[in-house]
């Protein structure tokens, strides 16, 4: 991989920006969508830019090839789980703790990756890094004023949204060798599917009269959070490789704290930096690790 040059490192703060915004997005579409309506229309625009992008590039989509299996399971886990998990769960909790708490992904993925891969061991240092990072959320759960008996589950649920991302992630391992934009672009239009007749049971979204902010938000969260994320997250990969693109870790509970604060106003204690910095300090000593 090359030197990363000044172009990397703002892609990649952009790409921190469009994943943090989504949090205080996903709080917005609450207001007149359900969980599952939020993940089907996420899922649905997200698919956009990404399958118009295979077109451009002739990448052969394998969505039901005869690895339609995995595809449809990490779509599920990937995406369906997770996205359902979050919007269901932020509804009753300040969407900077839902940054907070899904920035923990990197720290599952390392326990998991333990486990579940050859080449991903505990060493010194990650185990500290996962210690530290995991005894922030676990302090970010005392603050009473955020998190109390009426919300305590939620959180938990964002939490559980985080580890199916990192369960998505090691099942895509075994779909390894294909390109990038083909997964994606398989597991999003099984994510489509998958949701259609759940949300058309049990939401009807045809009755549902939406705010203007709230259209624009979903709106956002499948084109710009999902699919152009993704393609951003493609180039990135492509000219710098894993571990200078994880790196994004660090910077989305650091932003998704800023804009929950600049357009909802959400309140910031004491014992959220505290959570913040112990989080961050957790990933950079597991990334540390990883640096050859």
Request: some cysteine; hydrophobic content about 55%; overall charge positive.
């Amino acid at each position: 991989m090359r030197q990363p040059k000044l172009i990397d490192y703002i892609l990649l703060t952009f790409l921190a920006l469009i994943w943090a915004s989504a949090f205080f997005n996903i709080k917005i579409a609450t207001n007149s969508f359900g969980p599952v309506t939020i993940s089907f229309l996420r899922v649905f625009f997200g698919a956009i830019p990404v399958l118009l992008l295979c077109f451009y590039k002739k990448i052969k989509i394998e969505a039901f090839s005869k690895d339609w299996h995995w595809f449809a399971m990490i779509g599920f886990i990937n995406l369906v789980a997770p996205f359902f998990l979050i919007a269901y769960g932020i509804k009753e909790v300040q969407s900077n703790l839902a940054a907070i708490l899904m920035s923990t992904t990197p720290l599952s993925s390392t326990i998991l990756g333990h486990f579940f891969t050859n080449n991903e061991k505990f060493n010194f240092v990650k185990t500290i890094g996962i210690l530290i990072g995991f005894s922030g959320i676990v302090y970010l759960f005392s603050d009473n004023l955020l998190i109390n008996d009426n919300n305590f589950i939620s959180a938990l649920l964002i939490l559980l949204g985080s580890t199916c991302y990192v369960i998505g992630g090691v099942l895509t391992l075994k779909i390894s060798k294909k390109k990038n934009e083909n997964v994606t672009g398989s597991i999003l239009i099984w994510a489509v599917i998958i949701l259609i007749p759940i949300v058309l049971i049990l939401e009807k979204p045809w009755e549902v009269t939406p705010t203007t902010e709230a259209t624009i938000s979903v709106i956002y969260l499948g084109l710009v959070a999902t699919g152009l994320a993704w393609l951003l997250r493609f180039r990135i990969l492509k000219n710098n490789g894993l571990i200078f693109q994880s790196q994004v870790s660090y910077l989305i509970p650091i932003f998704g704290i800023i804009l929950s604060y600049i357009f909802l106003k959400e309140m910031i204690t004491y014992k959220v930096l505290v959570s913040l910095f112990a989080v961050v300090i957790g990933i950079y000593f597991v990334k540390k690790s990883d640096i050859k």
